[in-house]
Structure formats: C-alpha cells, structure tokens
C-alpha cells in the first residue's frame, strides 16, 4: 500500500507562483510513474503532468512552460513548481502514483489552489 500526502496549496494572485510538495509512504518500491491532476470545480479530474521514475516528463498543453514537475527518489517526493499562474488553474490539485507492477493508482486527498484575478 502507498499513502500521498499533499502540502503547498493556497491562494495567490494571478502571475503569482506556488510550490506544491507529495510525500508518498509506505511499499515505494511498487511505484513508478507520479504526477499531478487537478480537478476546477464542475469539471472533470485532468492530468497536469506526469515523471517516471527515470525522469521523463509529460505536460498538459495548458501548462507547458510554466509548470515544472521534479522528483527526489531518495526522499520519495515529487514537487509541482507552479509559476505565471491563471485563475484557471484555480483547482484541487492531487498527487497521483502508479504501481509498476499491477497498474493500481494512488491519489492523495489533494491541495487547493485558488489563482484570484
């Protein structure tokens, strides 16, 4: 079993930056890609970005060049570096882990981010 525990949400004015930290606990070992989603209200859950355990990126359109997603193995943490932020990227935000092994997902219970004009 994996726990994620989400920290770094809050409210900032748009151009602002947050950062966004997960801690995963639990069997590591099992997990290989992370990643971020995030779900605005009234809308459906959306990926915001993913990285494998050897580092590969992958980014929703929305948020190229200005999300940065990184992660420290030895710490078992992945960060979410948010910068040039809209109020549309006003949103729970949920960390999210993959089992290499039998493809079971992990969320955490997730951090709000709320971008005010």
């Known amino acids: 079993q994996v726990q994620l525990v989400e920290s770094g949400g809050g409210l900032v004015q748009a151009g602002g930056s947050l950062r966004l930290s997960c801690t995963a606990s639990g069997i590591i070992s099992v997990i290989d890609a992370m990643g971020w989603y995030r779900q605005a209200p009234g809308k459906q859950r959306e990926l915001v970005t993913t990285?494998?355990?050897?580092?590969?990126?992958n980014y929703a359109d929305s948020v190229k060049d200005r999300f940065t997603i990184t992660r420290d193995n030895a710490k078992n943490m992945v960060y979410l570096e948010m910068n040039s932020l809209k109020p549309e990227d006003t949103a729970v935000y949920y960390c999210?882990?993959?089992?290499?092994?039998?493809?079971?997902?992990?969320w955490g219970k997730g951090t709000l981010v709320t971008v005010s004009s």
């Open positions: 990285i494998t355990l050897s580092g590969s990126t």
């Open positions: 999210h882990a993959a089992n290499q092994f039998n493809g079971m997902d992990y």
